[in-house]
């Protein structure tokens, strides 16, 4: 472009427009910002600085909002690590956009000496002077802005991208200058001097000049205000409004603050018709809900309100559902909590939420106060074991708050664990926990009556058996229980039927005992008869002895458990007592298979691992717990500890006992083990015939086993019962006859 030349109006791309906007407006010490008005600069520079800070604000408090309406009753502390990435987002965002507004400020006119604005003066190369109180700002003509660029060198620099985007956002006017007359920013600046002559100068050069109004007390709040007074008032404002959020009233952070969860009747939605198989436990709890609702009958007599009550039983029996259910049947306010809950990194923490908690509950008396899993706080304080002050203070508070509150006022507080051993002697005395209440595995009564607890709401068929399934499940929970039900539920949607049989159930009690089958295991034709054989061998022991239970499936298809194949066995009643020659049946039983391998192959395989396991397991207990043994008699050399979960036993003799024990385990397994052999070999007939067709159908019921027994063996066909006879015989209680090939509980 020509000296002089009349340049045309350029079109600038968006990012140019931008940079443009955010420099004039960021550069707050520019003459021509004043000229706007100050109320629009203000809003500018607000969003500039605080636009996405307080977006993040806003959009936090309604999330907050919704969060606190959906989950009302869950923990307060839960979204504290949202709130600090907010917090730190914000914070960092502002100190970007100040250091921003900082480079912003650093990119404006440059500063030259007073003697060479004269010069340009004299050479006509200043097209405008803006006078301000303290700076002289100078803005070149078209030609001396040609002129400085072409001379610092950067006209043959095509790499110095950003000088040339300088030069063309400034020698070309555009939406984002703030200069009115000339539609552009200074170039220059220099300090202010008391030149008299200047106006005179100025008038000679042609030059436009305007003055503005000294301000510099005005300009210098203002930037402080928006830099830092603005910045610091609101990270505080919203710093104590987070701290409030977060705490609610529970000091720091909020770890003092109880954060036990509060039901009412109608929260919880149990009530004990929905709690089946603890009849006991639910009488207990029964007598405390009418002792809430009719503390005149009882203190007439003089009797006094129980101050606690620990539910005490293995995993999965209904602890908490029963904690649940008294809180549907009471009516009165409910706290429930973990005893985790109560355990922080901070000493003192725990015994400040026990306060709390129980400040609330004497606020809202009468009332339950449930704390699950009450072991993680209520270990005994043993200083063998070394000490834990947090554990040790949060004990002592809640043994101090348990004796400090009136039963008058209705207050209970229920506790759970399935570890009372470990408890420490002063939380089980009487005047704390005043009961005891075993929630135990239920019986054969309870399995029914939770089947039909559980399958209430599943469409059933109508030849669903469901005391079938108790028998089948022996040892089994409620947890069980409910998920064989909705594992069946499952299996028939699977296969296409609108109700659940009684083939679905069997099948749902064989996935949660032993797994789902492995259909893309493919053993080899020897390995299928070895497995064959040794399911044989168990099955064909239990038929060859009187104190053994019932085959009822035998089956070569592997399971996700790791069986390759099993036997199930079902007993014909409910049993709580083993005699001696029944867990002798049973350690015979359990060496079946391994005696069959021996026998059939003449070598062993590693398929009898669980089997040694489980008969190694009965012959200590019967030597050491059951006083079973000729050699040690009565003696008891094992206790039971953990008897609600693993049920480990720990030997209570000295090294050379024990060496005699194993001894003895030893002898009993091997004469096991012999008659095992003995039994097989006079019956090997049987041993192949039973084999080779398990090897042709993968899975027999035991039924068939039974009829091919009989065969071989020429014993006739039982009488089959009369239609409409009773099931119950000889106080025994009769299973339903066979469906198909209905598998039952029990197995290897």
Not at 219 to 226: A, G, K, S
Not at 228 to 249: E, F, H, N, Q
Not at 640 to 648: K, M, S, V
Request: proline share 4%.
């Amino acid at each position: 472009m020509s000296n002089g030349a009349p340049r045309a109006p350029t079109v600038q791309p968006a990012p140019f427009l931008m940079a443009e906007l955010l420099r004039n407006t960021g550069h707050i010490s520019y003459p021509v910002y004043y000229k706007k008005s100050w109320i629009y600069n203000i809003f500018i520079m607000f969003l500039l600085i605080y636009a996405k800070p307080v977006f993040i604000i806003i959009i936090a408090v309604f999330r907050r909002n919704r969060m606190d309406n959906n989950n009302r009753n869950k923990d307060p502390n839960h979204n504290r690590q949202g709130w600090g990435i907010i917090l730190v987002t914000t914070l960092l965002v502002t100190f970007m956009v100040m250091g921003l507004y900082s480079m912003m400020r650093g990119s404006g006119p440059e500063e030259i000496s007073y003697d060479k604005f004269l010069s340009m003066l004299e050479d006509k190369k200043v097209q405008e002077v803006n006078l301000s109180s303290d700076r002289i700002y100078i803005t070149l003509t078209d030609e001396a802005r040609q002129e400085e660029f072409e001379e610092s060198g950067q006209a043959g620099n095509p790499g110095n991208v950003f000088s040339q985007l300088q030069e063309q956002m400034q020698s070309g006017g555009s939406a984002g200058s703030t200069d009115e007359d000339t539609g552009r920013n200074p170039d220059y600046y220099t300090g202010y001097v008391n030149d008299y002559t200047l106006v005179d100068k100025l008038d000679e050069a042609g030059v436009e000049f305007s003055r503005e109004p000294a301000d510099t007390l005005g300009q210098t709040l203002l930037e402080l205000f928006i830099t830092v007074i603005l910045p610091i008032g609101l990270m505080a404002i919203m710093l104590v409004w987070l701290m409030r959020k977060m705490t609610k009233g529970g000091g720091m952070m909020g770890i003092g603050k109880s954060n036990a969860k509060m039901y009412m009747e109608k929260e919880t939605g149990v009530t004990f018709q929905d709690v089946a198989g603890e009849d006991e436990a639910k009488e207990s709890l029964q007598e405390v809900v009418d002792f809430l609702h009719n503390p005149g009958k009882y203190s007439g007599i003089g009797a006094k309100l129980p101050k606690g009550a620990l539910l005490v039983g293995p995993p999965g029996t209904g602890k908490t559902l029963l904690a649940k259910a008294v809180a549907g049947e009471a009516k009165v306010p409910f706290f429930s909590l973990s005893g985790s809950a109560f355990v922080e990194m901070y000493v003192g923490v725990g015994a400040s939420r026990v306060r709390d908690l129980f400040k609330q509950a004497q606020q809202q008396a009468p009332c339950i106060v449930f704390i699950d899993e009450i072991d993680a706080i209520g270990k005994t304080r043993d200083s063998s074991l070394g000490g834990n002050d947090e554990r040790e203070q949060t004990l002592n508070q809640l043994l101090a708050e348990m004796d400090g509150f009136d039963t008058n006022k209705g207050l209970l507080i229920l506790a759970a664990t399935n570890r009372p051993e470990i408890l420490d002697p002063a939380l089980l005395r009487p005047g704390r926990f005043d009961r005891r209440i075993i929630v135990d595995k239920p019986d054969l009564k309870g399995r029914v009556e939770i089947l039909k607890v559980h399958a209430k709401d599943v469409r059933m068929d109508e030849s669903v058996d469901l005391e079938a399934i108790a028998l089948a499940t022996s040892g089994a929970v409620g947890s069980d229980l409910a998920n064989m039900i909705n594992e069946a539920a499952i299996n028939a949607v699977k296969h296409g039927r609108q109700v659940v049989s009684q083939k679905d159930l069997f099948e749902a009690v064989e996935v949660v005992l032993v797994g789902k089958e492995k259909k893309d295991r493919i053993m080899s034709k020897e390995e299928r008869r070895i497995v064959s054989y040794h399911e044989v061998g168990h099955a064909l022991v239990t038929a060859l002895q009187k104190n053994t239970e019932p085959v009822q499936k035998i089956t070569i298809v592997p399971r996700t458990m790791g069986a390759l194949g099993y036997v199930m066995q079902t007993p014909e009643e409910e049993k709580f007592l083993n005699t001696k020659k029944e867990l002798e049946a049973m350690i015979v039983v359990a060496l079946g298979g391994r005696a069959a391998e021996e026998l059939v192959f003449d070598t062993v395989t590693t398929g009898a691992a669980n089997d040694i396991e489980q008969a190694t397991k009965i012959a200590r207990a019967m030597i050491t717990q059951y006083g079973m043994s000729e050699r040690f008699g009565l003696m008891g050399l094992e206790s039971i500890q953990n008897r609600y979960l693993d049920g480990r036993a720990v030997l209570n003799c000295g090294d050379a006992t024990a060496g005699e024990i194993d001894e003895e385990v030893m002898k009993m397994l091997k004469a096991a083990y012999e008659e095992a052999k003995k039994l097989l070999a006079e019956n090997r007939e049987t041993l192949d015939k039973i084999a080779a067709f398990l090897i042709e159908k993968e899975t027999i019921t035991g039924k068939e086993f039974m009829k091919i027994f009989r065969e071989v063996k020429g014993i006739p066909e039982p009488d089959e019962p009369e239609e409409g006879a009773p099931a119950e015989r000889e106080g025994r209680i009769s299973m339903k006859p066979a469906e198909d090939s209905r598998p039952a509980a029990g197995g290897e």
